[in-house]
């Protein structure tokens, strides 16, 4: 629990109202009785305007330089912010570190599963990062981190803030372009996490990194054996030990693979950790399988030419009429039209009927609409019972939800829809077999 009238590892003028907190943000609108806030300066405005609607709304205490009620005075708030993690993540032994060009949540929330941790959210930024070490560094039990990057340098950054002892490295492939420009950038920048620590490395990410242990299914150091993937699920084994993943695909089966690795190591019972993974459940958008008279594969919460390859080889796996519903990725730089015809092809030749929106719809599906209104249109008038309809594209979060329908991006609202008319038929077919439809 942050307390501001703890020792504190650095310097500060701590209001006599201010009292400990649950937890911390950077996100006023979040602030309440149990959630203090963090003044950061932002791309835009500085946090200092939100201090008092957080007062408002209860903070326990305010980290800023302004002088306010039960304010942890500070001359810079970040550098005390990211000085409080530092310290207090000293004082946890263990702390897994966790990147790559795709599947980061998955493997952090399988991670986490089998060590039984405490693990990150869903942001990955460092101000995200840092208010997490500063609730959860001194816990008796190991920290499963998400580290994301977009721009050159970043992870040295994120490196010197977490001090991960294990470094893992999950997939490499081109994404955030428009700042990291290549794929050797991408490369070097991930494998800064590697660098002096205790380093693993995903099958699909193994051949950039010679040398370094590598984790998941063939030709690796540390493989799940007997791998089979069905429309219920991923079962395999591990030291063994059977692992049973309901309704997962192979990329989960991975996540799970280096879940194991890590309990192994820390000495954990391998048996209660895989029962540990077969409960686990990602956040909506990251490969959730919504089964009924139609299937709808939920992965629209990002994408980039890697993470829709992965998608694309699950959807493979699945029986009936395989549709592939695909929206623009986004921060893919001068390559981007060359990417998007990439995968459209891929989806070509692993999907029975391909959709695509936004900008590149024509390179994406056979199937192409300007927006995301049309598409829904669409795509609404042809599922039919038996199929299975995999949604995936970029998000653009700090679009507008005209941005978003107009650009083909931020899928979630398609997957909303079909769910809603999915559940809409169920309904009056039940109705219509207990006598009370009309």
Sequence with gaps: MPDP?????FSAAVHPDARPAARLTWDSREAGPDVAFVALPGETMHGNRFVDSALAAGAPFVLTDLDVPRAVRVPDAWAALKAWAQAER???????????????????????????????PVFNTQPAIACFLVEFGASAGPLVIEMGIDRLGEMAELVELVRPDVGVVTAIGP???????SIENIVREKGVILAGLRGLVGAQAAPF??????YGFGDVKHAGQDLEVTPQGAHFTFDGIEVHLPLAARVQAEAAVLGLLLAREAGLDLAEAAARLSEV??????????????????????ASPVAVSAALAALTGMPGRRISVLGRMLELGGTERELHAQVGQEARAKADLTYGVG???????????????????ALLGEVRDGDVVLIKASRGISWTPEQRAQAGVGLDVVVDALLQLRDRVQLRDSASADGSGN
Excluded: C, W
């Excluded at 009238?5 to 590892?9: K, Q």
């Excluded at 990194?209 to 590598?214: D, I, L």
């Design 359 to 377: 900008a590149f719809a024509a390179e994406l599906g056979e199937r192409a609409f300007a927006t995301v209104p049309e598409l829904t249109a």
């Design 90 to 120: 000293a004082k946890n032994r263990r702390v897994i570190g966790i990147t790559g060009s795709a599947g980061k949540t998955t493997a952090k929330a399988y991670a986490a599963a089998a060590l039984d941790a405490h693990f990150m």
């Design 281 to 302: 459940s990602v956040p909506g958008g990251r490969y959730r399988v919504h089964a009924g008279r139609f299937t709808v594969i939920d992965d629209a919460y990002n």
């Design 209 to 214: 990194y010679p040398g370094v242990e590598s």
């Design 175 to 181: 994404a955030h372009l428009e700042q990291l420009s």
């Design 5 to 9: 009238h703890a020792a504190l590892p």
